[in-house]
């Protein structure tokens, strides 16, 4: 986990600071409110009281390079609201898994009908040229 958020920490410390900034900032406007929201989902499952939000904040983000967050506070006598700070530790995972799915789904039904319509244009022209050629009438 350290080496991988030392290059990680390396990664964005380049991108944040160069001409390529853009890329930092274009980077976290789909993954950070999805980031965000699951940590608040989680918090508010667990009763956190949320003291502070901010989905996405692309300009401040260039100079603290915190694209985003959710301060919370919570009872530490409740064991309800302590275990709750694992759960919404891992939100992100789970909220991230869930949406990367549903783009799946939704994306792989349109390729499926974007396949289909494809193989009509391509195909059906050959097996109608082929039939010609054979003298069938009717393909089967």
């Given at each position: 986990g350290i080496i991988i958020k030392f290059i990680n920490d390396k990664i964005f410390d380049k991108l944040r600071d160069s001409s390529k900034s853009w890329i930092y900032i274009l980077s976290g406007i789909v993954g950070t409110p999805i980031h965000e929201l699951?940590?608040?989902?989680?918090?508010?499952?667990?009763?956190?009281?949320?003291?502070?939000?901010a989905l996405y904040r692309p300009i401040k983000c260039r100079k603290d390079g915190v694209m985003g967050y959710v301060n919370t506070s919570y009872n530490p006598n409740s064991m309800y609201q302590t275990i709750g700070?694992?759960?919404?530790?891992?939100?992100?995972?789970?909220?991230?898994?869930?949406?990367?799915?549903?783009l799946i789904i939704c994306f792989l039904?349109?390729?499926?009908?974007?396949?289909?319509?494809?193989?009509?244009?391509?195909?059906?022209?050959?097996?109608?040229?082929?039939?010609?050629?054979?003298?069938v009438t009717r393909l089967q």
């Open positions: 699951s940590h608040l989902i989680v918090d508010k499952l667990f009763l956190h009281k949320i003291t502070g939000l700070t694992f759960f919404g530790g891992i939100a992100p995972l789970i909220g991230g898994s869930i949406s990367l799915i549903l039904s349109k390729l499926i009908t974007f396949l289909k319509v494809l193989k009509d244009l391509i195909f059906l022209p050959l097996k109608n040229s082929a039939s010609k050629r054979l003298g």
